[in-house]
């Protein structure tokens, strides 16, 4: 998963590295392992830990028809983490080097439908 999205996170970009370790990147479920989700590349999608957690409490999910990010109205949020996190609302998600990688909407509707916090940020 994480060479699909070229190490880094999907949503911000972030690719530290120490060494030849990534740090702070994760691959991320869209559907969970353990709500039956498979355990293949167009389930998953390439995170930093910060976006990785919030992504699987429902903070914001992808939109399947053109992989924007949708942040949810249920956010509190203080002035800087408005600016950080709210830049990337409606913004398209880094895509995968293959689109075989891309996520799948089956599984993208599934984390809409039973992790997001809905209603979604206009």
Same mark, same amino acid.
């Given at each position: ?65 053109? =992989? ?6 249920? =956010? ?9 996190? =709210? ?20 599984? =993208? ?14």
């Amino acid at each position: 998963m994480l060479r699909a999205y070229e190490y880094r996170c999907c949503v911000c970009g972030f690719d530290l590295r120490i060494g030849n370790i990534s740090a702070g990147l994760e691959a991320a479920h869209i559907q969970w392992f353990t709500a039956d989700g498979p355990d293949v590349e167009s389930n998953g999608m390439a995170m930093c830990s910060l976006h990785h957690k919030i992504f699987d409490l429902g903070a914001f999910t992808v939109e399947p028809a053109n =992989l924007s990010i949708v942040f949810s109205q249920n =956010l509190q949020l203080g002035d800087a983490t408005r600016s950080n996190l =709210l830049s990337y609302h409606g913004a398209g998600i880094i895509r995968p080097q293959s689109t075989v990688y891309a996520p799948q909407k089956t599984y =993208l509707d599934w984390h809409a439908k039973e992790v997001f916090k809905a209603p979604g940020r206009d």
